[in-house]
């Protein structure tokens, strides 16, 4: 279920991380609900099938937007994953993703094409970055957020520290923020609005705040 994230309690990452940890531990397939859900989201913005461009970075969130990339690709849409660096030493499931993503032909190169997109899926950073954006990744939000195109972040804009909200660089300027499980803290502070967007939650089937150990 996808809903606007205004009425649901935001989580730290802390335990944000603990539900996913205890979500795999059950063997619940959360990558795939992630892209899913992604990839629903951007049939809702968009009322026929586009030109998009995936930021894919080196770990799950990247895994995740591979999993959506797939989907729209099947859907009709003209999809383009950019990957700045591997995700050779990511995740089992992120790494499947991109076995996936490369089976059904998808289109994958280093640097962003040169004309903007109808849409952007960023998926380069999740709630786990806590460290300054370096080159090449900086260069991509640049480019991305002076191209002016829509822009669905997955999780949290990359570039935006989850829990405090700090700017890690120049960040992504979402139009939308899908967060998956629950909105993280960053997103429900003011200074953050103009890189969020508008913010929405898909649940991945896991009723969150039932997970959340009580104090």
Known sequence: MIRLAKDIAPLSVEQLRSIEHQALAKGLPLMQRAGLAAASMVEQQ????????????????????????????????EV????????????????????????????CQPTLPTEPPELVIDGLFGIGLARPLDAPWQGLIDTVNAWAAPILALDVPSGVHADTGQLLGRAIRATWTLSFIAPCLASAMAHTKPFFGQC????????????????
């Open 200 to 215: 929405w939650v898909a649940d991945l089937q896991l009723q969150a705040h039932s997970w959340v150990k009580q104090p």
């Open 80 to 107: 383009t994953a950019v990957m700045a660096q591997t995700i050779e030493h990511a995740s089992d499931d992120a790494r499947e993703a991109w076995v996936q993503w490369l089976a059904c032909a998808g289109l």
């Open 46 to 77: 968009l009322t026929q099938p586009a030109t998009i461009v995936v930021l894919v970075g080196p770990g799950n969130n990247g895994g995740d937007a591979l999993v959506a990339a797939r989907l729209l690709r099947a859907k009709g849409f």
